[in-house]
């Protein structure tokens, strides 16, 4: 079963004698820390969220709040958790407000107060569906990550999912992301009921096309009818949410508790820089989001893709180029004046021409991305970075690569990325590390069966299910490529393959 987890973990204990975070506390709180200034009682629930992890509510509940504070009360939100009941129950004593810490030159503290209820949905199924059902719920938004597509790697919805093959068995119980919208909407139409707008805030390329096509191909094995209602009723835009959410850490908590005087069970961090790029197709309304900084647009796709491309790319590169070389976090590899090099001719030379002609300037894109990654008050681990790689890399890397081989532009540094995830595989394999990635059984049988040869190495990867296309994996080109890189590494570290490639340059 996939699992839409926050990898960071909640408080288990109060601290000491502070009042915890709540409703009663907030009016005692600390003179600096933002509160919200609007009546939460008042609030009527117009959003459900599906997966209320760090960055929702370092982002879109952020935005929310900002709407419900200029008074329009229509819209708090009701976040749903498929799996775990961890921020359900680090948040329930408090009233489901938390601090959120902005994290710059200095630091600010802020009481988000835009999340009115929060559900688990294996314990709390028939509320779920109410509350997808409900007239006054106009939009669900969600970050389910890749994974909680169900999706097969050409877009199509992959029916041998646990999930899938679970909800279709039991559609009026579902477990899965796409379970719950198709039988909410089929009570909507049930009823009478107008439909909902699905919005997708996941770091995936047509993220809305790939929810539309998710929901309409499932509920068509249901109900053809039903299929057909929701292609034509309810609108799928496609989104791009930007800002980097490092997991919550012991730093963070005593911060927070130092700046309140409160015990909060589970603060979230976050850069300042915060950006949520919204395709303007909403069935039954929606908040005015442009109000509060968010840019509403007819087409997402070139800030989608400038963002998956420019600085996810770049986060994994970092993540398996810089945990092979020793480092941590991102904050550590941005003091690697060569590392940086390598990551800036990426960018320039190999990202930013697969992008063709962009209504954003790449070049400061590019300068603005990385004077992000050298952001010192953020530890952001590599680690969190790393996980998922295989559903990652296609959006971030791969895409690029068959775009420039089309084109015949460099792909080196790509491949050395790759190469990099590789030997990272292979290297927490054999140190008996945990893999966390929904292909990790398959990652583990590859990585014991890797020995550093780098024909039969690079053959095992090949055989990965759903991660390269079986003809980019064969072009000659990107293989002989591929093989140069892994032996890089190989032979001289990522280090030396690092300064062999700047010595290329
Ligand atoms: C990161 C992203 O964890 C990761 O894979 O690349 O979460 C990144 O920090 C965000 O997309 C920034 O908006």
């Not at 015949?408 to 290297?427: K, P, V, Y």
């Not at 990790?440 to 990867?461: R, V």
């Amino acid at each position: 079963m996939s699992q839409t987890r926050d990898h960071s973990t909640p408080l288990s204990q109060g601290a000491e004698d502070r009042p915890v975070l709540s409703e009663q506390s907030i009016a005692g709180i600390a003179g600096g820390v933002a509160v919200p200034s609007y009546d939460r009682a008042q609030c009527l629930t117009g959003i459900v969220h599906l997966g209320p992890g760090a960055f929702h509510r370092a982002h879109q509940a952020v935005f929310v709040d900002d709407v419900l504070a200029r008074g329009d009360k229509r819209w708090a939100i009701c976040g749903v958790s498929l799996h775990s009941s961890e921020v359900r129950d680090a948040l329930a004593p408090q009233d489901n407000l938390y601090t959120l810490a902005i994290l710059d030159d200095s630091v600010r503290f802020r009481v988000i107060g835009s999340i009115r209820e929060l559900l688990l949905a294996t314990e709390q199924s028939a509320t779920v569906i109410r509350r997808l059902a409900s007239p006054a719920s106009k939009i669900v938004t969600l970050t389910i990550t890749e994974k909680g597509y169900c999706l097969t790697p050409s877009g199509n919805l992959n029916e041998d999912h646990p999930d899938i093959r679970h909800d279709l068995l039991d559609p009026r119980a579902p477990v899965s992301a796409i379970g719950f919208l198709v039988e909410g909407l089929r009570q909507r139409r049930v009823g009478g009921i107008v439909s909902f707008t699905a919005l997708s805030c996941d770091n995936l390329t047509d993220n809305g096309k790939r929810l539309a096509c998710a929901v309409v191909q499932y509920a068509d094995l249901l109900d053809p009818g039903l299929a057909r209602w929701i292609e034509n009723e309810t609108r799928f835009p496609n989104s791009m949410g930007d800002s980097i959410t490092p997991a919550t850490d012991d730093l963070l908590r005593s911060r927070v508790e130092q700046a309140s005087g409160l015990t909060d069970a589970w603060p979230i961090q976050r850069e300042a820089f915060s950006q949520w790029v919204v395709e303007d197709r909403f069935v039954c309304g929606r908040p005015s989001w442009e109000d509060a900084g968010v840019t509403m647009t007819g087409d997402v796709g070139p800030f989608e893709q400038a963002k998956l491309r420019l600085l996810n790319g770049p986060h994994s590169t970092m993540a398996y180029l810089g945990t092979l070389c020793g480092y941590q976090t991102v904050a550590e590899v941005a003091g690697d004046a060569d590392f940086m090099a390598h990551l800036k001719n990426m960018m320039r030379e190999e990202i930013k021409p697969g992008l063709g002609k962009m209504p954003l300037n790449l070049d400061q894109y590019i300068d603005s991305v990385l004077s992000r990654f050298g952001n010192s008050t953020i530890s952001h681990q590599l680690s969190q970075i790393a996980w998922d790689g295989s559903q990652k890399l296609p959006f971030r890397i791969l895409g690029t690569v068959q775009d420039n081989l089309s084109q015949g532009q460099g792909i080196e540094r790509l491949c050395l990325t790759i190469a990099a995830w590789f030997h990272f595989i292979r290297w927490r394999v054999h140190d008996g590390h945990e893999i966390v990635d929904p292909l990790a059984p398959a990652l583990e049988q590859i990585g014991s069966l890797c020995t550093g040869n780098t024909q039969t190495d690079i053959a095992h990867f090949g055989e990965l299910d759903g991660v390269f296309d079986p003809a980019l994996y064969r072009e000659p080109h990107f293989h002989s490529l591929l093989c140069r890189s892994y032996e890089m590494i190989e032979t001289l570290g990522a280090r030396g393959a690092i300064t062999q490639m700047l010595s290329e340059a």
